[in-house]
């Protein structure tokens, strides 16, 4: 990846396009191509205008013009498109005062690594997430007045294992069997080392890739660590050639958190630790698991906050078909090394460096930059309030009497409940000015207008099923 101007422009000394990404409010990736000849050092230093009027979540029409500045350290060639293009992330600017743009998400996501530094805690963040996904055969849809259903298909789902109207060689993953079968039994080692292979030619150093526990496709590969933003960044190009590597071999991806009933959802575990110099201040030799003071009170800004961070970590409404107690996914308000039932575990390693957290709520249908942002903040309102996060559960919490069961709070059971929470608690996201009200009404707006509402007024399929005769 380029790191000035100048490295950028010679990256993209062969492309044919120059193709200028950003991010809207819920999370999906914008962009506008233009000819590359167009690839001059005033394309970085005066930016390029569009409408921010027809951008979820942006501006409303009498004031659609901005401004976007791309950021040449984001830089990289395209290696999914037919055509040879420069792939550059930008950042929103207002086009009268020439000040980043309040409700632009990358300009949070640099907001919160800005504080970090002020507050003298820490110099760096490092994240690491762990975005499961999906990849089907076919996927059908539709819900409308009169109708409503979907159809998955992929040639490992357990429900083809009896199909006849061709060839079949069984062989197919049984609910929750899919950890690490070998091929045939995984079909999709090979396009998973394709997109590995084309996220390593695009500067995104990666580091495994496996299928996952679920039937019908379910995989993930591992991403190097990364600084906060550039993580976001390097997250939305691991969605983009996951998808467009999927579409090239006939098959098409979901980052839909659960698509599949009566089997694991797809999670994005995220891993943090914080940086002064070469010191990693997590990590204590003597403390519970190898964790510092400072670790815990980060563990503890999350535990207090848990409720309002998942409206910008597990932000849809599908997040709740995942996030259901005494099945999978974390819901307990509790910290453990190797626990995996709790929402925040300490993973065993002897290393120094490699001590982190890993908050195990989030899936990938968030916004990274508003996720990532988020959990710091959260972790630093922790540290700055010294918020106790209790004793470690060290114990498979599924399975705890229902007396013991009852005495750890578990997060909000939908989306509807964690807008309210974050309605309510939410000024540790405004210290720095990281988030502002402004952007967290706007997206609470969007979030129960376009998505929370549509839910909740139509009728599901499994309605008819338990009520129709009624």
């Known amino acids: 990846m380029a ?5 950028a422009l010679a990256l993209g000394k062969d492309a044919k396009v120059i193709d200028l990404r950003f991010i809207d409010l819920p999370g ?5 191509s233009l000819p590359a000849r167009r690839l001059e050092e005033e394309l970085f230093t005066e930016g390029m205008p569009f409408d921010g009027s027809s951008i979820r979540g942006f501006q409303e029409i009498h004031e659609s013009d901005m401004l976007l500045m791309p950021d040449p350290e984001s830089a990289f060639m395209d290696p999914v498109a037919n055509i040879p293009t420069l792939v550059v992330t930008c950042d929103v600017y207002d086009p009268i005062t020439l000040q980043p743009y309040q409700r632009d998400p990358r300009y949070v996501a640099r907001k919160a690594e ?3 530094k002020q507050t003298g805690i820490a110099e760096t963040i490092f994240m690491g997430p762990e975005a499961e996904f999906f990849i089907f055969d076919n996927i059908r849809y539709s819900s409308n007045t009169y109708e409503a259903y979907y159809h ?4 490992e789902g357990w429900w083809n294992s009896g199909r006849a109207d061709k060839q079949n060689f069984g062989g197919q993953i049984s609910p929750k069997r899919g950890y690490f079968p070998v091929p045939p039994t995984d079909t999709l080692q090979d396009v998973r080392t394709e997109i590995v292979l084309a996220l390593e030619a695009a500067g995104v150093p990666m580091e495994v890739h496996h299928h996952e526990v679920a039937t019908a496709g379910q995989v993930e590969l591992g991403m190097r660590f990364n600084t906060l933003t550039r993580m976001a960044d390097q997250l939305l190009m691991y969605k983009y050639i996951a998808k467009n590597v999927a579409r090239k071999n006939g098959k098409t991806v979901t980052f839909m958190p659960k698509p599949l009933f009566g089997d694991n959802g797809s999670g994005m575990h995220v891993h943090s630790s914080l940086w002064k110099g070469e010191s990693n201040v997590f990590y204590d030799a003597s403390g519970y698991a190898g964790l510092s003071d400072m670790a815990k009170y980060y563990i503890g800004g999350i535990l207090k906050h848990a409720p309002a961070l998942l409206a910008l970590t597990s932000p849809t409404t599908n997040s709740f078909r995942r996030l259901v107690p005494g099945f999978e996914a974390p819901v307990n308000l509790a910290y453990s090394q190797r626990n995996r039932s709790a929402i925040c575990r300490i993973p065993v390693t002897k290393s120094s460096k490699a001590k982190r957290v890993e908050f195990r709520a989030p899936d990938p249908s968030s916004n990274p930059y508003l996720c990532f942002a988020a959990i710091l903040m959260a972790g630093l309102d922790g540290i700055q309030n010294r918020i106790d996060p209790g004793e470690p559960q060290d114990k498979d919490l599924y399975e705890l009497p229902a007396e013991e069961a009852k005495l750890i709070k578990q997060v909000p059971g939908s989306l509807g409940a964690v807008l309210d929470a974050l309605e309510a608690d939410h000024d540790f996201l405004l210290q720095g000015d990281v988030f502002t009200m402004d952007l967290l009404e706007a997206y609470i707006e969007y979030k129960r ?7 909740r007024l139509r009728p599901t399929p499994h309605e008819f099923t338990l009520y129709f005769d009624c």
């Open 152 to 155: 998955i298909d992929s040639e």
């Open 449 to 455: 207008k376009f998505e929370l509402d549509p839910i």
């Open 3 to 7: 790191k000035t101007i100048a490295d």
């Open 28 to 32: 999906q990736w914008q962009h506008v």
């Open 114 to 116: 800005a504080y970090l």
